[in-house]
Every structure is written in structure tokens, then in C-alpha cells.
């Protein structure tokens, strides 16, 4: 038997097969947990349930849901349940901001605009999604699980405003271990190398970023999404009961390195 048997997720942010929304489903469906998804529109639709068939679970627990709107994000909650008695995790892998934030410096790229979108898709979501899902998730050893990435407290060209996003988003983390570890609910985050996923794809020199990872993290490779799924399932499961608040790099150990030399 699996360790997340009888545990049942909703899992938020599958966009393809690449998605770590999607290393963690597989992680969690293999450790024996039930699922449910939602999608952002109408166009992601059938690849989220998809995935849902595929690992096994009933694709008619996916639901839409753009973490923009207060009402669908509402709608997610009503929906599931009626199908579920309670829910046990909820998993955040949600990151956005609009493309022209992601290149040149900081201060030039920074508009009140792209601050406002990056911190209300990123940031405010897990906040928001926690709010509306914790009647369901009140008294049964919950977990909540974000995605977060070391430019939160690190620079790293081009991430700008996102940047600020993720630093926002993992104090939220903070901020809701504390106010809902009484309700025995758990918050952390995974802070996760670069993948090459959707999320990833077009942003300038995200090549380069791979290459870098390959030559300065300590295991001089980078990660997989099945890596970041099986500690999702750690941090998910009764297993981490003791664990909240924190986050937790799955990096290949990029993060401890304070200068790297070249290796030739
Ligand atoms: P992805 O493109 O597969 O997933 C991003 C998800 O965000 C998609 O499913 C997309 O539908 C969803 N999304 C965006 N705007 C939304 C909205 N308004 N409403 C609902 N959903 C919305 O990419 P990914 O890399 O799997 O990203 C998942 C998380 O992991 C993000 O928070 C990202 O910042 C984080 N992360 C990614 C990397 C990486 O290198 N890929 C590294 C560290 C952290
Ligand atoms: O969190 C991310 C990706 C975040 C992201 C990506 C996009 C691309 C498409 C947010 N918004 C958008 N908006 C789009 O229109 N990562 C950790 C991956 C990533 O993105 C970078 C990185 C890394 C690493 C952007 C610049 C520099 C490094």
C-alpha cells in the first residue's frame, strides 16, 4: 500500500505532460492518493483529463478554474464537493506573469501592471485557493503545497518582477502555516530547479540556464519532475506531519553554492 493511500488531492496547474503539476500527480497516484484537477481554460481541458485517465482516476473530478476569478476558484470548491466529503491536499503550481516582464533589467521591464497580474496569479492564488478550500479541509491532517524558485531571495536575470512574486508567495506560505497549523493543516513550498517545462519554454537563454545547472549544482545535473513529485508526496503525506512553513529545495543543491568555478 502506498504511503498516501485513502489521502485525496486537488491538484492545480497540470498543463502538459512536462508540468511538475504533472510529476506530482504521478508521484501522488502512485503512492495510492485519489485525484482531482483543475484547469486554467477551455484549451487545457482535455490534456488535464487526460492525465487524470491515464493515472487512473476519474476525469470527471476536473474542473476549470483561472486563479484570477474569485467565482471559479468559489465554483472548484462547490463542485468538488459534492463528490468528496473533505480534502486532504491541495497542491499550488501556479506561476504567471505576462511575457514582457520576463526580459531586459528590472527596473526598466517593472510596470505597476505586470506587478499587480504577477503577484495576483502567482502569490495571491495560494492564498485565495486556501481560503475557499479550507472548510473541506478542516480537521484531517491537511496539507497545502506551493512551487516557489530561489530568485525569491536571489537574483536572477530576467525573473524580475516574478521575483518579488515568489518572495511574496513564500511568506504566504509562512503566513498560513502559522494561521492554519491549529486546523491541522501543513503549508510548505518545494523551491525546485529549472525545468523545461511550458512555463519555461521561450524564455531567453532558459537553455543556458540548463547548461549553467549542469555545471554548477553539487549532483552538476539538473531535475526531473518525477524528483519534485516524490518529495511533493514527502511533504504531502503523514510521513512530514512534523514539517510545516518551509521550504524545501529540490535543486540539485544549486541554492548552497556562494561561487562556482569552471571545470576544465
Ligand atoms: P507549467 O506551464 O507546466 O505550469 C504552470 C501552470 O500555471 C499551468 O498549468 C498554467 O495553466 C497555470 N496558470 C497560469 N496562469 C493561470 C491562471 N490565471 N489560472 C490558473 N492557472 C494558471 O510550468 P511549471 O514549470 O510546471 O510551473 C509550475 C510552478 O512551478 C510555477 O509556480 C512555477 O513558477 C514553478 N517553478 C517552475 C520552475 C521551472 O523551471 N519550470 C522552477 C521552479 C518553480
Ligand atoms: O517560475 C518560472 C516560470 C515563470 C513564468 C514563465 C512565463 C513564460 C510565459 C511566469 N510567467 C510567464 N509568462 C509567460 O508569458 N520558472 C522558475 C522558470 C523560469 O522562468 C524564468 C527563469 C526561470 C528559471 C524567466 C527568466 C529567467 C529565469
Same mark, same amino acid.
Given at each position: 500500500?502506498?504511503?498516501?493511500?485513502?489521502?485525496?488531492?486537488?491538484?492545480?496547474?497540470? $498543463?502538459?505532460?512536462?508540468?511538475i503539476?504533472?510529476?506530482?500527480?504521478?508521484a501522488?497516484?502512485?503512492?495510492?492518493?485519489?485525484?482531482?484537477? /483543475?484547469?486554467q481554460?477551455?484549451?487545457?481541458?482535455?490534456?488535464?483529463?487526460?492525465?487524470?485517465?491515464?493515472?487512473?482516476?476519474?476525469?470527471?473530478?476536473?474542473? !476549470?478554474?483561472?486563479?484570477?476569478?474569485?467565482?471559479?476558484?468559489? $465554483?472548484?470548491?462547490?463542485?468538488?464537493?459534492?463528490?468528496?466529503?473533505g480534502?486532504?491536499?491541495?497542491?499550488?503550481?501556479?506561476?504567471?506573469?505576462?511575457?514582457?516582464?520576463?526580459?531586459?533589467?528590472?527596473?526598466?521591464?517593472?510596470?505597476?501592471?505586470?506587478?499587480?497580474?504577477?503577484?495576483?496569479?502567482?502569490?495571491?492564488s495560494?492564498?485565495?485557493?486556501? #481560503?475557499?478550500? =479550507? !472548510?473541506?479541509?478542516?480537521?484531517?491532517?491537511g496539507?497545502?503545497?506551493?512551487l /516557489?524558485?530561489n530568485?525569491?531571495?536571489?537574483?536572477?536575470? *530576467?525573473? *524580475?518582477?516574478?521575483?518579488?512574486?515568489?518572495?511574496?508567495?513564500?511568506?504566504?506560505?509562512?503566513?498560513?502555516?502559522?494561521?492554519?497549523?491549529?486546523k %491541522?493543516?501543513?503549508?510548505?513550498?518545494?523551491?525546485?530547479?529549472?525545468?523545461? /517545462?511550458?512555463?519555461?519554454?521561450?524564455?531567453?537563454?532558459f537553455?543556458?540556464?540548463?547548461?549553467?545547472?549542469? #555545471? $554548477?549544482? !553539487? =549532483?552538476?545535473?539538473?531535475?526531473?519532475?518525477?524528483?519534485?513529485?516524490?518529495?511533493?508526496?514527502?511533504?504531502?503525506?503523514?510521513?512530514?506531519?512534523?514539517? /510545516? %512553513?518551509?521550504?524545501?529545495?529540490?535543486?540539485?543543491g544549486?541554492?548552497?553554492?556562494g561561487m562556482?568555478?569552471?571545470?576544465?
Amino acid at each position: 500500500m502506498g504511503f498516501m493511500a485513502g489521502k485525496r488531492a486537488l491538484i492545480v496547474g497540470v $498543463a502538459s505532460t512536462r508540468s511538475i503539476a504533472t510529476g506530482i500527480a504521478e508521484a501522488f497516484a502512485r503512492e495510492g492518493a485519489e485525484l482531482a484537477f /483543475t484547469y486554467q481554460n477551455e484549451k487545457l481541458k482535455s490534456r488535464v483529463t487526460k492525465l487524470a485517465d491515464s493515472l487512473g482516476q476519474n476525469p470527471d473530478l476536473c474542473y !476549470p478554474c483561472d486563479v484570477s476569478s474569485d467565482e471559479e476558484i468559489d $465554483a472548484v470548491f462547490e463542485s468538488l464537493g459534492k463528490q468528496w466529503d473533505g480534502l486532504d491536499i491541495l497542491v499550488h503550481s501556479v506561476g504567471f506573469a505576462p511575457r514582457e516582464q520576463l526580459e531586459g533589467g528590472f527596473t526598466e521591464s517593472i510596470t505597476r501592471e505586470g506587478f499587480q497580474i504577477s503577484h495576483d496569479i502567482s502569490a495571491y492564488s495560494l492564498a485565495a485557493l486556501a #481560503k475557499a478550500g =479550507l !472548510p473541506m479541509m478542516t480537521g484531517r491532517n491537511g496539507a497545502i503545497l506551493t512551487l /516557489t524558485y530561489n530568485a525569491a531571495t536571489q537574483v536572477v536575470p *530576467n525573473y *524580475n518582477v516574478m521575483g518579488l512574486a515568489k518572495a511574496s508567495l513564500e511568506s504566504c506560505v509562512r503566513f498560513l502555516a502559522a494561521d492554519l497549523g491549529p486546523k %491541522g493543516i501543513r503549508v510548505n513550498a518545494i523551491s525546485a530547479g529549472a525545468v523545461k /517545462t511550458l512555463a519555461a519554454a521561450g524564455i531567453s537563454g532558459f537553455r543556458k540556464m540548463l547548461g549553467y545547472a549542469e #555545471k $554548477a549544482s !553539487p =549532483l552538476r545535473r539538473t531535475v526531473t519532475i518525477e524528483e519534485i513529485g516524490n518529495t511533493a508526496a514527502f511533504l504531502c503525506s503523514d510521513l512530514a506531519s512534523g514539517i /510545516t %512553513g518551509e521550504t524545501t529545495f529540490v535543486d540539485a543543491g544549486s541554492n548552497i553554492m556562494g561561487m562556482v568555478f569552471d571545470e576544465d
